[in-house]
């Protein structure tokens, strides 16, 4: 079982693109996941993460699964934040937990993905990845560590 959050989201802001719009003028679903995804990378940047790191340590991350609730619609008038938070566990495996927030605090959608580190060269997951994490980032608090 999943550990809760205990540490601080970290939220990056996202404007809303006529392209990322369907034909009834909302945002498509396709793009919650990548807004998802763009936030995640973000933080890991900020962290000094990079895929570079994750290479020269012979692990690179891999999404296992990804649920998203759609809660509100997002139109083209709208400016989101992501919030994203890393709940670790004691496998293999750690959820990110990730809300898509209007600029007026309205929760749009939330995002659960499962994520490991994949050994490059044995292609299975690791023991203990957020081992790994840690020795690579300047605030190991940010990631909940």
Do not use: C
């Not at 959608?109 to 690579?136: F, I, M, W, Y």
């Amino acid at each position: 079982m999943e550990n809760a959050p205990a540490h601080a989201p970290f939220e990056v802001p996202i404007g809303i693109r006529a392209s990322d719009l369907d034909v009834n003028g909302h945002v498509r679903s396709s793009m919650y996941l990548e807004y998802a995804e763009h936030a995640r990378w973000a933080m890991l940047q900020a962290a000094g993460i990079s895929p570079p790191v994750f290479i020269a340590r012979g692990v690179g991350p891999v999404t296992l699964e990804t649920t998203v609730r759609f809660r509100r619609e997002l139109t083209i008038a709208d400016s989101i934040v992501v919030a994203s938070v890393f709940a670790w566990g004691e496998g293999k495996t750690w959820n990110l937990e990730q809300t898509i927030r209007r600029a007026d605090g309205t929760v749009s959608a939330e995002v659960t993905s499962v994520n490991g580190l994949l050994d490059l060269k044995e292609r299975r997951l690791v023991d203990a990845p957020q081992d790994h994490v840690r020795a690579v980032v300047a605030e190991p608090a940010r990631f909940g560590l």
